[in-house]
């Protein structure tokens, strides 16, 4: 091919150039012309495509995420915020705690193991660039109809890559979701949260500065593989004759990883950084530009120093590579050959590619010719900004008005009974073991809490017991019937999620996955998603620290349920003080926390009996989740409660059951007065709890609930075998965990 250089370019304005293939648009490529003062080169063209590219720049997201700094709560543990690899937080005892959740969806439909097993890679090295170790992950996923062959295809595919590759690295999957809706059929959400842990004087964040600081590039050699893959594949849809972008997927070595993080970590404690960046989306297009854009000065890169896996690779594909396994350090010269003799001492490929200047330009030369001379901000930080129209949809009144509430119910025990058994078995409340179980939940040995427990903890410091918890969670359904109130509930759950366990939530990560910017009913439920949680973090006091926007994920004109994924992370001084689910000791007293209403749209019941989406979603009370928050804190601390379980997705019963089958014990359960045994097992009214009480503390426990203002009803005992529910129906144990465990496998067999 004929290589552009700058002088070129300048001297050839007339070139045609294929932007429109690159997805660019025809004002964004006049704009480039606008800021170079000429045409483009091929090497700027591709950087210019890739970094403007919607998974990259946010243009049409960035307006609305703004909110999240402009409401951003006043939190003393905030050590580092929005706009660097991952948010940092302050735990105490000295330690930071950085963590962030990210989407790898359209690599994952294309190429099921690869896209979710590199999605895992790419989380975990935005965590290791902020100076952490990674201790844990986890996996929020969205499939499409359980009954359809490309789920088969899919599922086991995106399941096998997240653990082949977080158990290769050796860190415990604690936590996230499986839900599956026929709207995410040709879009699944494979979402994927990194957790690391470090001194607060070990953080690191990406710039370059120091005119005469080297640039090195490190880790894997740079092949074909995933060029195009953020532009080409994340920000556009899919046609209905479904995936053929295959060669846009990275491919990942997760044994390469685990040599780099270590390698990194020596790195760090040695402290022979100026500035590092992860190599992800946009490959070295995004490293080079952010790390100059964020410093001080300007950046030289001899891009045919570039170790290469294919020596065929033109330079556009060199820039554009997203190969994985690579990270970019800025080094003071005095530190190159440390940096290098510890690479080599963990068999890591590092070259000096560049250094930093004293300009304010970004330029790259290939074998002597300069190809790329550009302001660094125009690429990394100042791409087009769009404020797309958005409208709320025609059809949203009569979704909202096909209420729930009114479709047919039990008349009797037996069909109670009936209902029961049907939600439990539902692929949606189903154990989702069968998946869990080929994930390692426990290795490094800190894991407190995993999967299926409310929130996956760990402990971080072993003399102190220190530890963090993490809970992810999205209801798509609420967000379709209220896009506001469904985010501000996917907030309260992981908030209420993160409590039920003893850990005090602290802060908010998120991953926002919607349909088209370009259609104004999907833009509009974006709008209202962001100012619903940048309106609840406010309220909690949780800042959002970072996080992701996955858009187009949308199949023809058929866009999924907008998805808002909430990652919640709080802070416990001792992990022995934890409140699992499982309802452990036969005798103790179950209280149920918090109101309970007759709401049922969107909720668990209406799927599984009925196949209905309608209504308005349960209501939300921030104050009383905060209020839930402090005691069910309180009484893990004192020791007043054995067993909690948030009161989410199924209701009571689901909890009850969940929590009966994990202990091992039954329960007997009474309606309280004046509710209707329906709506008591079934309805998903917020801001609520079940625990376990020793009968020893039931007199602190509830004067503490009654001093604060927080409802507790008794409605019943942990006792015998089988889960009743007095004057309406038993059913055995054995019988729920058949009916509970059975429905994965059975679907994937």
């Given at each position: 091919?004929?290589?552009?250089?700058?002088?070129?370019?300048?001297?050839?304005?007339?070139t045609?150039?294929?932007?429109?293939?690159?997805?660019?648009?025809?004002?964004e490529?006049d704009?480039?012309?606008?800021?170079?003062?000429?045409?483009?080169?091929?090497?700027?063209?591709?950087?210019?495509?890739?970094m403007?590219?919607?998974?990259?720049?946010?243009?049409?997201?960035?307006?609305?995420?703004?909110?999240?700094?402009e409401?951003?709560?006043?939190?003393?543990?905030?050590?580092?915020g929005?706009?660097?690899?991952?948010?940092?937080?302050?735990?105490?005892?000295?330690y930071?705690?950085t963590f962030?959740?990210?989407?790898?969806?359209?690599?994952?439909y294309?190429?099921?193991?690869?896209?979710?097993?590199?999605?895992?890679?790419?989380?975990?090295?935005?965590?290791?660039?902020?100076?952490?170790?990674?201790?844990?992950?986890?996996?929020?996923?969205?499939?499409?109809?359980p009954d359809?062959?490309?789920t088969?295809?899919?599922?086991?595919?995106?399941?096998?890559?997240?653990?082949?590759y977080?158990?290769?690295?050796?860190?415990?999957?604690?936590?996230g979701?499986?839900?599956?809706?026929?709207?995410?059929?040709?879009?699944?959400?494979?979402?994927?949260?990194?957790?690391?842990?470090?001194?607060?004087?070990?953080?690191?964040?990406?710039?370059?500065?120091?005119?005469?600081?080297?640039?090195?590039?490190?880790?894997?050699?740079?092949?074909?593989?995933?060029?195009?893959?953020?532009?080409?594949?994340?920000?556009?849809?899919?046609s209905?004759?479904?995936?053929?972008?295959?060669?846009?997927?990275?491919?990942?070595?997760?044994?390469?990883?685990?040599?780099?993080?270590?390698?990194?970590?020596?790195?760090?404690?040695?402290?022979?950084?100026?500035?590092?960046?992860?190599?992800?989306?946009?490959?070295?297009?995004?490293?080079?530009?952010?790390?100059?854009?964020?410093?001080?000065?300007?950046?030289?890169?001899?891009?045919?120093?570039?170790?290469l896996?294919?020596?065929?690779?033109?330079?556009?594909?060199?820039?554009?590579?997203?190969?994985?396994?690579?990270m970019?350090?800025?080094?003071?010269?005095?530190?190159?050959?440390?940096?290098?003799?510890?690479?080599?001492?963990?068999?890591?490929?590092?070259?000096?590619?560049?250094?930093?200047?004293?300009?304010?330009?970004?330029?790259i030369?290939?074998?002597?010719?300069q190809?790329v001379?550009?302001?660094?901000?125009?690429?990394?930080?100042?791409?087009p900004?769009?404020?797309?129209?958005?409208?709320?949809?025609?059809?949203?009144?009569?979704?909202?008005?096909?209420?729930?509430?009114?479709?047919?119910?039990?008349?009797?025990?037996?069909?109670?009974?009936?209902?029961?058994?049907?939600?439990?078995?539902?692929?949606?409340?189903?154990?989702?073991?069968?998946?869990?179980?080929?994930?390692?939940?426990?290795?490094?040995?800190?894991?407190?809490?995993?999967?299926?427990?409310?929130?996956?903890?760990?402990?971080?410091?072993?003399?102190?017991?220190?530890g963090v918890?993490?809970?992810?969670?999205?209801?798509?359904?609420?967000?379709?019937?209220?896009?506001?109130?469904?985010?501000?509930?996917?907030?309260?759950?992981?908030?209420?999620?993160?409590a039920?366990?003893g850990?005090?939530?602290?802060?908010?990560?998120?991953?926002?996955?919607?349909?088209?910017?370009?259609?104004?009913?999907?833009?509009?439920?974006?709008?209202?998603?962001?100012?619903?949680?940048?309106?609840?973090?406010?309220?909690?006091?949780?800042?959002?620290?970072?996080?992701?926007?996955?858009?187009?994920n949308?199949?023809?004109?058929?866009?999924?349920h907008?998805?808002?994924?909430?990652?919640?992370?709080?802070?416990?001084?001792?992990?022995?003080?934890?409140?699992?689910v499982?309802?452990?000791?036969?005798?103790?007293?179950?209280?149920?926390?918090?109101?309970?209403?007759e709401?049922?749209?969107?909720?668990?019941?209406?799927?599984?009996?009925?196949?209905?989406?309608?209504?308005?979603p349960?209501?939300?009370?921030?104050?009383?989740?905060?209020?839930?928050?402090?005691?069910?804190?309180?009484a893990?601390?004192?020791?007043?409660?054995?067993?909690?379980?948030?009161?989410?997705?199924?209701?009571?019963?689901q909890?009850?059951?969940?929590?009966?089958?994990?202990?091992?014990?039954?329960?007997?359960?009474?309606?309280?007065?004046?509710?209707?045994?329906?709506?008591?097992?079934?309805?998903?009214?917020?801001?609520?709890?079940?625990?376990?009480?020793?009968?020893?503390?039931?007199?602190?426990?509830?004067?503490?609930?009654g001093?604060?203002?927080?409802?507790?009803?008794?409605?019943?005992?942990?006792?015998g075998?089988?889960?009743?529910?007095q004057?309406?129906?038993?059913?055995?144990?054995?019988e729920?965990?058949?009916?509970?465990e059975?429905?994965i496998?059975?679907?994937?067999?």
């Amino acid at each position: 091919m004929t290589l552009d250089s700058v002088k070129h370019a300048t001297e050839t304005p007339d070139t045609e150039q294929p932007w429109a293939e690159l997805g660019l648009k025809q004002d964004e490529y006049d704009r480039i012309r606008e800021i170079l003062g000429r045409r483009p080169t091929g090497a700027e063209l591709a950087m210019y495509s890739v970094m403007w590219s919607e998974h990259c720049s946010y243009k049409s997201s960035k307006i609305h995420l703004r909110q999240f700094g402009e409401k951003a709560p006043a939190n003393d543990a905030l050590l580092v915020g929005i706009g660097e690899n991952a948010g940092v937080v302050d735990v105490g005892q000295g330690y930071a705690v950085t963590f962030k959740v990210e989407s790898h969806n359209h690599p994952s439909y294309i190429e099921p193991y690869q896209g979710a097993a590199t999605g895992v890679g790419g989380i975990v090295r935005d965590i290791l660039a902020m100076g952490a170790r990674p201790v844990a992950v986890m996996d929020p996923l969205r499939f499409g109809a359980p009954d359809h062959p490309d789920t088969k295809r899919v599922l086991p595919g995106v399941v096998a890559g997240v653990g082949g590759y977080g158990n290769c690295l050796g860190l415990p999957n604690i936590g996230g979701e499986v839900v599956f809706d026929p709207c995410y059929q040709g879009n699944p959400l494979v979402n994927a949260l990194c957790v690391g842990v470090m001194r607060h004087e070990d953080i690191h964040l990406a710039k370059a500065s120091g005119a005469g600081n080297k640039v090195i590039l490190y880790g894997a050699r740079t092949g074909g593989d995933g060029i195009g893959g953020v532009s080409v594949l994340a920000s556009e849809t899919f046609s209905d004759t479904g995936p053929a972008k295959r060669p846009a997927v990275q491919v990942g070595d997760p044994f390469q990883e685990k040599l780099l993080i270590e390698c990194t970590l020596e790195i760090f404690k040695e402290k022979l950084v100026a500035g590092i960046q992860d190599l992800g989306g946009a490959g070295l297009s995004c490293a080079t530009s952010e790390l100059a854009s964020a410093g001080s000065g300007g950046m030289r890169v001899e891009l045919d120093t570039v170790p290469l896996r294919d020596a065929t690779l033109s330079p556009e594909e060199i820039l554009m590579s997203e190969s994985q396994e690579r990270m970019c350090a800025i080094v003071e010269p005095q530190y190159v050959d440390r940096f290098l003799e510890i690479c080599e001492k963990w068999d890591v490929i590092a070259t000096v590619i560049g250094e930093v200047t004293d300009g304010d330009r970004l330029e790259i030369f290939w074998h002597g010719q300069q190809i790329v001379d550009v302001p660094p901000r125009t690429v990394a930080h100042e791409g087009p900004v769009y404020e797309r129209p958005y409208a709320r949809p025609a059809w949203q009144d009569a979704l909202q008005a096909d209420d729930a509430n009114k479709l047919p119910r039990p008349g009797s025990g037996e069909e109670l009974r009936a209902q029961v058994l049907t939600m439990v078995a539902h692929p949606n409340q189903a154990s989702k073991a069968w998946i869990t179980d080929q994930y390692d939940r426990f290795v490094q040995g800190n894991t407190v809490l995993a999967q299926p427990e409310d929130s996956g903890m760990i402990r971080i410091d072993e003399d102190t017991n220190l530890g963090v918890a993490v809970a992810t969670d999205g209801n798509g359904r609420y967000a379709k019937l209220d896009p506001y109130a469904g985010a501000q509930l996917a907030l309260a759950e992981a908030y209420r999620n993160v409590a039920t366990t003893g850990a005090k939530p602290l802060a908010v990560s998120d991953c926002l996955n919607f349909g088209s910017p370009e259609d104004p009913a999907a833009m509009w439920q974006f709008a209202e998603a962001c100012r619903g949680l940048a309106d609840g973090c406010l309220e909690l006091g949780t800042p959002v620290t970072g996080g992701n926007v996955s858009l187009y994920n949308q199949t023809g004109d058929v866009a999924i349920h907008p998805t808002p994924v909430v990652a919640v992370l709080g802070v416990i001084d001792d992990v022995t003080r934890r409140t699992p689910v499982a309802f452990k000791d036969q005798g103790q007293l179950l209280y149920l926390l918090g109101d309970t209403k007759e709401e049922l749209g969107g909720s668990a019941w209406s799927q599984a009996v009925h196949d209905h989406l309608g209504g308005l979603p349960p209501a939300v009370d921030l104050e009383r989740e905060k209020l839930l928050g402090e005691i069910l804190i309180s009484a893990s601390r004192d020791g007043m409660i054995d067993a909690a379980h948030d009161l989410s997705d199924g209701g009571l019963i689901q909890a009850v059951v969940e929590s009966c089958l994990r202990g091992g014990n039954g329960a007997r359960l009474v309606v309280p007065d004046g509710l209707d045994p329906f709506v008591f097992l079934f309805s998903e009214s917020a801001g609520r709890a079940v625990v376990s009480v020793p009968r020893s503390e039931e007199l602190r426990f509830t004067d503490m609930c009654g001093a604060r203002g927080l409802p507790a009803t008794r409605i019943g005992v942990v006792d015998g075998d089988a889960v009743e529910l007095q004057g309406e129906f038993d059913i055995p144990l054995d019988e729920l965990r058949t009916a509970h465990e059975g429905t994965i496998p059975a679907i994937l067999a």
